[in-house]
């Protein structure tokens, strides 16, 4: 059940004002019928009532009485008037707000469903022109990811230098391989690959200064030489690749390495050329073949394992040595801080692969120490 403060404020829906209102309609109702029936006995008992007010020392002749039979009869009439405006005035009441309140509701739903097709006219075209750019840049990318597919796939089909350059640039475009410096231009590439099949065969670092505006573009093939530091050639749009090839042999005989020179592979190094710039592509992409991260490659240390940015990538196994663990140089020294590498290889790698390539990651991961 519920309370009700009948000494607070209500309003037109509060039950004390009803209770009070059905209270005074009926007092209102039993005071006319009242007042009627002491008219209807003026009227037609007047000799009754004149005789009872003649006890009471008041004169009423037949005049005085029909002239108070009247006046009752209006009083009596304008109350039940009163009481019927009372009871009907909250019907009235009710039946306008109910009609307000549809009104206002319809307006309400107007106003909204005008608004929503505003705001559908204007989003529609938006969306068809954002689904329009996305698909626009999807195209693109994919566009993109397969030229330099192509690029990396097609480099060993010709020996000409301008083809050879123009792929190079293409893969380094996306920075999928590592850079010879930091300033160098956006096409421009540095990285390591063998030139045979085994950990023993000869390194060979290209360099690609790329198109920067300054120079003419050049390939230089740079043979890691312990004994003697590195023996480079160049390669350009002048000379053959046949000749930048035989000046290397020649110059790794003149500098005491014939083993090195005999070990060497053309072949094995455009071929390795071949799968790391591929390895790198896929890897750069997300392509869904790909085994490598989207980290920057640096180094082919055998087939399926590569140096990157991110640290020692291996097929099927990912980054099996972070960069992390090679620590760093401590600032002004050459002393090497936070290093945590473990020589054993871990279980089912093989053993002398996972030496080199610690050795061979060490001085990229580090950098120079001043």
Known sequence: MKNYDASGPTTVDGEPLIQIRRGLAWLSVAIGVGILA???????????LGLALNLVGVTVNATHATFISGLLVNIGTTVLLAVVLIVFERMILRRVQKATSASE??????????????????????????TSLDGLLRNHGDQRSQERRDAASTILEDSDFNSFAEKLSTVASSGAVTKPAIDAPDDAMLFVVPAGDDLSAPRVKISYNGNDGRRAADVMFSVMHADGGDIAANWNRIVPLSDVLRSLYDELVTRGAVHTAKAFSADALFLNIGRFLAAATAGRNGDPDAWLSTSAAHELVVDGWIITERGIEVRGRGVLVPRFRFGTYVSGTNTVTGRNLSLSAPDGVDQAIYSEALVRAQPFMLGRPF
């Open 105 to 130: 509701q319809r307006a309400e739903k107007a106003a909204e469903t005008k608004a929503e097709a505003v705001i559908k006219e204007r989003v529609e075209p938006l969306e068809l022109r954002l």
């Open 38 to 48: 002491l008219a209807w006995h003026f009227g037609v008992c007047e000799n009754p």
